[in-house]
């Protein structure tokens, strides 16, 4: 038996290794099983090119518990290692200056990113380690080397086992018992290795089998976790619609709903990255979250945190991305960001817009259908990515209130003749309740204009957007201060008040009104309209639905944000205010009159709806 240390140049690295790295400690199952399946992969490429003369059927890694002992095993049948090779590649830590590192880490809370784990992360759950290892090459004798977590080792040749392969054998520690539970184990095992391309074998199973005479018997069969060859590893023209849709239930089994479509990546250069990316239903909720998109690497998850990767839009789908040229830290923890994660970026955002692009010019009635579910997502690349937004107004739709959908040119077209002003500006009226504001809608429609229907709760933001790239084009929701001073350019409406009565009608609408709350504007409009019509300013409303979605660009304190009452001298209801002289009957119709108009925009509340509700029913 031979001895000897590690071969690192300071002597406390592992008590850095296992207080540093403890919050993270779970991860050296990936590290282990992704060093056993890279061992069967090796073996299977020597196999594959004729430089090993033997026949493999049944490569396959295994997890061993031994609650009593506290032992867990994980054992492969793979390449296998001499003695010089575990030397190498065990008893060198791979990185220079590890008293610098030990220097400036040492105080640190966490250690992930900046040290390799790989093999040593072991050592964060376990007392003790043994690995009983036999290469491939048949001359060459099996080894058993142990080490304590310190860094003296022991190393000596021996007998068995005859066929190649690797055996960790982990002593775990009593603050680790809970990995030698095999429900957290194959926990685990789901998590980052669900989808490792060597089988995992972890416990056995009962499978009830009829044989030739048609009587059933139970066999113990290996209890595999993993799913091999994943869809997203396939080429994309051999996909099967329900081949992807069980991906996604696998992917997601809490996930009712089936994803409306999906895009299957896959390229070699510059870059290799291949994945599938799912298409919830998302409608209005912007809502955190949960099952979000998978990075993997090589098959082996890495994380769900792809800031920098996948554009803040594109987190609201779902699905897995997997790519080797990713540059993660060496512990395969965190993403680092350089020029190569921007072209990926950059690659997903081209192939999500040329996806529904294709989706749009191809086949534009479903596409509508599935507008409703996917236009935050669109509106939110709009809005977040130059570069999207220049692609999406190709397929990017706006419905009219009745239903019918527009690409904004299409649109621009369709309206260029009924919504253009004099000075040649073109007019989006829109609604975002088709309930709440049916009466401006009416007074519009029944004017000639064309309404759009855009109830998204990033419409400020898209809007803003537009008119910036649009300069001739003007959005104006029906309820907006701005419609009564367009609809007025159309006529010139004679007031039937004299000056007096404007005056006088000033006077007791100022003393009856809150100013806090409320601008009064007496205007000119026709007799059709309401006596008295509550609008919102334009620009207000829009920073304050922009403020709401947690842009604090604008701070809204800073704006008057008064709602504006119009009151119409031309209705007879106000003639008929003016002419009341009991002042008390002549308060309690403005009154009422306010309420009325409150209650249609959703602001009458609390004490004020309970008392008009008790008042309007003794008025019966």
């Avoid at 640190?108 to 007392?127: A, E, T, W």
């Avoid at 005056?503 to 008295?532: G, H």
């Avoid at 119009?566 to 308060?587: G, M």
Wanted: glycine letters at 4%.
């Amino acid at each position: 038996m031979e001895k000897g240390k590690i071969k690192v140049t300071a002597e406390d690295i592992f008590p850095v290794i296992k207080k540093f790295l403890y919050s993270d400690h779970e991860i050296f199952i990936r590290e282990l099983v992704s060093n056993a399946t890279d061992a069967i992969l090796k073996l299977k490429t020597l196999i594959s090119l004729g430089k090993v003369n033997k026949k493999i059927n049944n490569l396959i890694i295994e997890i061993i518990l031994n609650k009593e002992n506290k032992i867990l095993k994980i054992i492969d049948n793979g390449i296998g290692m001499t003695k010089k090779e575990v030397y190498k590649y065990i008893n060198k830590i791979a990185f220079s200056g590890a008293e610098a590192f030990l220097k400036k880490y040492k105080n640190k809370k966490s250690l992930i990113g900046n040290f390799g784990l790989g093999f040593y992360s072991s050592f964060m759950v376990s007392d003790k380690v043994e690995i009983i290892s036999k290469s491939y090459k048949d001359s060459e004798s099996a080894i058993h080397w142990i080490c304590d977590g310190s860094t003296n080792f022991s190393i000596k040749n021996i007998d068995t086992p005859t066929k190649s392969g690797t055996e960790i054998i982990l002593h775990i520690n009593d603050s680790s018992k809970e990995f030698l539970e095999e429900n957290r184990i194959k926990e685990l095992l789901i998590k980052y290795c669900k989808f490792m391309p060597i089988p995992i074998k972890i416990g056995e199973r009962e499978e009830i089998k009829k044989n030739k005479n048609g009587l059933e018997k139970k066999i113990k069969v290996n209890n595999i976790i993993n799913n091999t060859s994943p869809i997203w590893i396939k080429n994309p023209i051999n996909g099967k619609d329900e081949e992807y849709i069980n991906f996604y239930k696998e992917l997601y089994p809490m996930q009712i709903e089936n994803p409306l479509f999906w895009i299957h990546l896959n390229i070699d250069h510059p870059f290799k990255l291949t994945g599938v990316l799912f298409f919830p239903k998302i409608r209005n909720q912007i809502e955190i979250q949960r099952d979000k998109i998978q990075l993997y690497q090589n098959q082996v998850y890495v994380t769900d945190n792809l800031e920098g990767i996948v554009p803040d839009f594109l987190n609201f789908l779902k699905g897995v991305i997997d790519s080797p040229d990713i540059p993660l830290n060496v512990s395969r923890s965190y993403l680092q960001s350089d020029s190569s994660v921007k072209k990926i970026s950059g690659y997903i955002t081209r192939k999500v817009a040329d996806k529904l692009e294709n989706m749009c010019k191809n086949n534009r009635e479903d596409f509508e259908k599935k507008w409703e579910d996917i236009k935050i997502i669109i509106e939110y690349g709009m809005i977040s990515d130059p570069n999207f937004y220049s692609k999406a107004k190709k397929f990017a739709l706006y419905p009219d209130i009745n239903k019918k959908y527009f690409i904004l040119e299409e649109y621009i077209e369709h309206i260029k003749n009924t919504n253009k002003l004099k000075n040649n500006k073109i007019i989006c009226f829109y609604t975002s309740n088709l309930e709440n504001q049916n009466y401006y809608i009416q007074t519009i429609k029944n004017k000639g204009y064309k309404i759009l229907l855009l109830d998204s709760p990033l419409v400020g933001h898209l809007l803003q957007k537009i008119e910036m790239d649009y300069k001739n084009l003007n959005f104006y929701r029906v309820d907006s201060d701005k419609i009564n001073k367009i609809l007025k350019n159309e006529k010139k409406n004679i007031s039937n008040l004299s000056e007096n009565e404007i005056i006088f009608l000033k006077k007791i609408l100022n003393q009856n009104i809150d100013k806090e709350k409320f601008l009064i504007k007496i205007e000119d409009l026709d007799d059709s309209s309401l006596p008295f019509i509550i609008t919102i300013p334009e620009f207000i409303r829009r920073m304050k639905e922009i403020s709401m979605t947690g842009n604090n660009m604008f701070n809204i304190q800073n704006f008057n944000s008064k709602y504006n009452i119009i009151v119409n001298k031309n209705h007879k209801f106000i003639k008929k205010i003016i002419n009341e002289k009991d002042l008390n009957i002549q308060k309690k119709i403005i009154k009422n009159s306010l309420n009325l108009i409150m209650l249609s925009q959703n602001l009458l509340k609390g004490k004020e709806l309970t008392d008009f509700m008790y008042q309007s029913f003794e008025n019966f």
